[in-house]
């Protein structure tokens, strides 16, 4: 089955691509924030005009994490479906969520900023990851929720520290057979 293109993913994909060189650089010195706040810097304007807001940040947003989670070698899965729960990304695997939720992170990434409808997923997204701390929220604003949040915003962007963040919880829990971030 073919994935549908999508001008954000096809504009995101391009760009890195076109930064290929500078963003291998980057990666062996684990500066993954600078390569998202580059992306988020040359992407974010041109991104929010080729869609609705909320999604096309949410889309770059997912994109760019898979990016990201791909070079640095770290376990995740991207778009899956668990109890016929959707889940935007598992980190290690759903086979680690099964037998020891402690041990596994979800990466909610909501495509509106309508907090009823977050809440709903959230909602949803407990009744597989009875351990709240671990599931991560990623939004196009701040919406204050107690689940640890990153915005993804051309301005007051806390969306840089993710990949940091996400190595320091595989190495925390054990999961991380080769340490490629030492954090």
Not at 50 to 75: P, Q, R, Y
Not at 152 to 161: L, Q, R
Request: aromatic share 8%; with cysteine; hydrophobic share 35%.
């Amino acid at each position: 089955m073919q994935e549908e293109t999508n001008p954000v993913k096809e504009y995101l994909f391009d760009y890195l691509l076109k930064s290929d060189e500078k963003i291998q650089k980057l990666i062996p010195d684990e500066k993954f924030s600078e390569i998202i706040d580059d992306v988020i810097e040359n992407c974010y304007d041109k991104i929010i005009t080729l869609g609705e807001k909320d999604e096309s940040v949410g889309i770059l947003a997912t994109g760019l994490l898979h990016f990201l989670l791909t070079n640095t070698l770290l376990n995740s899965q991207r778009k899956v479906e668990y109890n016929g729960i959707e889940i935007d990304i598992v980190i290690p695997d759903l086979k680690t969520l099964e037998k020891d939720p402690k041990q596994t992170l979800i990466i909610c990434i909501p495509k509106t900023s309508e907090k009823k409808e977050i809440e709903k997923k959230l909602t949803e997204i407990y009744k597989i990851q009875p351990e709240k701390q671990n599931i991560w929220l990623v939004l196009s604003q701040d919406l204050d929720f107690k689940n640890k949040s990153y915005v993804i915003d051309k301005k007051n962007s806390t969306f840089s520290e993710i990949i940091y963040d996400i190595a320091q919880f595989v190495n925390v829990h054990g999961q991380s057979k080769f340490k490629i971030l030492r954090v």
